[in-house]
């Protein structure tokens, strides 16, 4: 008898087949038998109806800090993920020692939008080294999966200290202790390393990250350490100012450790046809042989700006930003006041304000034919003719008003979209482009990160629902396709290949799904984090069940109490 029957489903087993109606059956944490008509179970799942595939695996979040406190990692728990990695973009908090918690904090919150009241709070601290970090990670109970990635900053302020922090160079002994230290951590289980050469991330202060300007020499010996281990992906974000330079020492790295090797990629106003150039870099290396790849994401990397976020057209109006510490509910009722709107308009960005944010960021203030209102269900792939520009010029207000007076309405919750990048031609055509290329593998959730300014954890829920099922302005994409992209491909990009498929032996980790009735909401402000701390979250209906190694972690949109997840170690 087997433990559960899921029966009558749609099945799409996340390897490209095409799908099929038939049982799926699980006996303990692994799925036995997938299609036809399955022997009685203990208990059975009526599926009929619905999807059946495997959970997603998303291999960039930044859970760094809530894993060591939150057992739910939601909401990537919502939205039917069941493994998931962290430790991306170069940032994390190990290996740490205590003089340097502090400046590990501010890195995260600069970088990732994570609230630094929120990681001071929450932060045992109860590790040094990496090794001891996943030990901690692993000693706790938790609904999900979970995977860790070594991270280039903290790992150079280890070494270097302050050095470190003020991006000096290496020195040879500095080096030889990062590839140490690097090669410990593998061997411990992380499932690779990452780094971060780019302006767009930040500290608090507006100081660039440790190891923006690290020298070739340091991350090809990072580089060899994981040849040593034999195990691990190499992960980066850069602006790629001398594209020829990167990709050698990415081609170096490639072919000396055998290893994968990824960086972000994403397109840009400024130079339409730069990710075309960096494709092209990638498809001549794996002709080489060698395993480069490009991260890419699922939709645009866009900024959700309200009055309760991070970001607005007005935060970097002076008298917008002595509003800001106010209560929610205080604050609109002080920016109703019509006194208080016609300061605010009458005033222009703020320099003080502007030099501490990213290039891209400050696009915010003046960017009015790149704002959208965000609705319910949410858009995103809007036309331009809805912009925030085109909605007043056809209401005969200026833009700044029409914006000021959106937000301000309602109950002071509405909010606006504004995509950074993936969106020169107006539309996702671009999106869907780069994830037709096999050289390429979805990421970019950010799930846990920029708590106050993205909400895009509900990526995979997306994919359904945009690029299989909703798409209007374009070709979609096939649900077999899409299922495959967010499961063994990214399962097997990183060596997770007991999952992400619906097959005999593989980890049962399973989501059942109402195709027809899958729906994201709106992005909401909550403040459920550690010291009250904030974050965009976004709900959606639509998974009947999601399981993890056979246990129901989901039921319904509601948490049922199992914990069956774990913390995953790389193997060899």
């Not at 075309?276 to 060698?290: F, I, S, Y």
Request: glycine share 10%.
């Amino acid at each position: 008898m087997h433990d559960i029957v899921i029966r009558g489903g749609t099945i799409v087993d996340g390897l490209g087949t095409p799908r099929y109606t038939g049982d799926v059956a699980i006996d303990g944490d692994r799925i036995t038998q997938v299609g036809g008509k399955a022997g009685p179970a203990r208990r059975d799942v009526a599926a009929e109806g619905r999807l059946v595939t495997p959970g997603w695996v998303d291999v960039h979040t930044h859970y760094d800090g809530q894993a060591t406190w939150d057992p739910n990692l939601a909401p990537s728990s919502w939205h039917g993920v069941t493994t998931l990695l962290f430790g991306n973009c170069g940032v994390g908090f190990a290996p740490v020692q205590k003089s340097h918690q502090q400046a590990l904090i501010d890195l995260m919150e600069g970088v990732e939008d994570i609230p630094g009241i929120t990681l001071s709070e929450g932060l045992k601290w109860n590790w040094e080294s990496f090794p001891e970090y996943l030990d901690a990670l692993e000693a706790m109970p938790r609904m999900l999966n979970i995977g860790a990635q070594l991270a280039h900053h903290p790992l150079r302020v280890y070494v270097m200290g302050e050095r470190g922090l003020k991006r000096e160079n290496a020195t040879g002994d500095d080096i030889e202790a990062m590839a140490r230290l690097t090669q410990e951590a593998l061997e411990a289980g992380a499932f690779g390393f990452t780094t971060s050469r780019t302006d767009q991330h930040k500290t608090l202060a507006g100081d660039l990250v440790p190891g923006r300007y690290a020298e070739e020499e340091e991350l090809l010996a990072i580089g060899r350490a994981m040849g040593k281990a034999g195990r691990g992906t190499f992960g980066m974000l850069s602006d790629f100012e001398d594209e020829a330079a990167e990709f050698r020492w990415l081609r170096e790295v490639a072919k000396s450790t055998k290893r994968p090797v990824w960086f972000l990629l994403t397109d840009r106003a400024y130079d339409p046809q730069r990710w075309k150039r960096l494709m092209q870099g990638v498809h001549e290396a794996r002709a080489e042989g060698l395993s480069l790849a490009a991260q890419v994401a699922g939709r645009t990397v866009g900024l959700i700006l309200g009055l309760t976020t991070s970001l607005n057209p007005f935060a970097l109006r002076e008298s917008f930003a002595a509003l800001a510490g106010l209560p929610p509910a205080e604050q609109l009722a002080r920016l109703r006041d019509p006194e208080t709107r016609r300061k605010i308009l009458s005033e222009e960005a703020s320099k003080r304000l502007l030099d501490v944010l990213p290039p891209l960021s400050r696009q915010i203030a003046t960017r009015w034919d790149n704002m959208f209102e965000l609705g319910d269900p949410p858009d995103y792939e809007p036309p331009r003719e809805r912009s925030i520009a085109a909605l007043a010029a056809k209401a005969g207000q200026d833009p700044a008003s029409y914006c000021y007076d959106f937000l301000v309405g309602a109950d002071g919750g509405r909010m606006l979209y504004f995509p950074v990048t993936n969106y020169v031609t107006g539309d996702l055509s671009v999106v869907r482009e780069m994830n037709m290329d096999k050289a390429t593998v979805l990421g970019l959730s950010d799930g846990g990160a920029h708590c106050g300014v993205i909400c895009d954890a509900s990526t995979p829920s997306f994919m359904l629902t945009h690029w299989a099922r909703d798409r209007k302005r374009g070709d979609g994409l096939p649900l077999e396709f899409v299922v495959k992209r967010q499961t063994s491909e990214t399962a097997d990009f990183f060596g997770l290949t007991d999952r992400g498929r619906l097959a005999p032996g593989a980890m049962a980790d399973v989501n059942i799904i109402n195709f027809d009735g899958l729906r994201l909401y709106h992005p909401e402000m909550i403040y459920d984090l550690p010291a009250g701390g904030r974050r965009l979250v976004q709900r959606v209906e639509g998974y009947d069940m999601t399981l993890v190694a056979g246990q129901p972690i989901r039921e319904a949109g509601h948490d049922t109490g199992a914990m069956p997840g774990k913390l995953l170690r790389a193997k060899g």
